[in-house]
């Protein structure tokens, strides 16, 4: 079975500092892993996903996230958060594509 | 380009209704889904399709029916609502049930359900 555990339900960040959301997962084969963003009322856009390529997987907007398997880790990062990145974000996980399992999401609050 | 598309977008229904909500995409993909979200829970999944014919059941199938009688739509049938029915539904779909080839998963604007 495979699950994602994001670690933090909310995460607040001033302006231009970074920002660290964190997600790891469980699985019984190797992973494919996504994260998405949720804006109010709107649906999921993808922001970036690992299919066992290269470890270091670089997304929109200046999203980037690290696959460590040892760690079994996919902790989501960007330097600097911007206002418009004030949203929800959800890590997810899938082996063979046809179910795809959801983090509880991380509600990211960015302060002027 | 369209999309996946959902409606209807807000709907009240009251207790023991039946309802369909609709999802329609026209990226000509295999795979398609519903998903509800609730606070606190993420996204789970209700039924999925990897193709025209073929549906199978996902975390929380109880309630819920769907058929797939072509690629393109994939209706979620409430038999007979009940207030645990009040969520947000999403439809998503994606090029096909392969995961490793790096295929992203397409997602509606959501559906607003209130069973009273």
């Known amino acids: 079975a495979q699950s994602v555990t994001q670690l933090d339900s909310h995460v607040s960040v001033s302006e231009g500092t970074p920002v660290l959301l964190r997600c790891n997962y469980s699985?019984?084969?190797?992973?494919?892993l996504f994260w998405y963003v949720q804006h109010p009322n709107k649906g999921l856009q993808l922001l970036l996903k690992?299919?066992?390529?290269?470890?270091l997987v670089k997304g929109i907007n200046g999203f980037e996230a690290e696959f460590k398997k040892s760690e079994t880790s996919f902790h989501l990062t960007k330097p600097s958060a911007h206002m418009s990145d004030a949203a929800e974000y959800f890590c997810v996980v899938t082996i063979w594509g046809n179910q795809f399992y959801f983090g509880t999401g991380t509600s990211l609050t960015v302060i002027p | 380009n369209a999309g996946v598309t959902q409606t209807p977008k807000f709907q009240v229904l009251k207790t023991g209704q039946s309802m369909t909500l609709q999802c329609a995409q026209d990226?000509?993909?295999?795979?398609m889904s519903w998903y509800r979200q609730d606070p606190g829970m993420g996204l789970r999944l209700i039924h999925y399709?990897?193709?025209?014919?073929?549906?199978d059941q996902g975390e929380v199938p109880n309630g819920y029916n769907v058929s797939r009688s072509t690629t393109e739509d994939f209706p979620l049938r409430l038999l007979s609502a009940a207030p645990s029915q009040t969520s947000v539904y999403f439809c998503?779909?994606?090029?096909?049930?392969?995961?490793?080839?790096?295929?992203?998963?397409?997602f509606g604007e959501g559906s607003w359900l209130t069973v009273v």
């Open positions: 699985s019984s084969y190797s992973p494919s």
């Open positions: 998503a779909s994606s090029y096909g049930s392969q995961a490793r080839s790096g295929n992203t998963i397409y």
């Open positions: 399709s990897v193709g025209a014919g073929i549906t």
């Open positions: 690992y299919t066992s390529a290269a470890t």
């Open positions: 990226m000509n993909h295999e795979y």
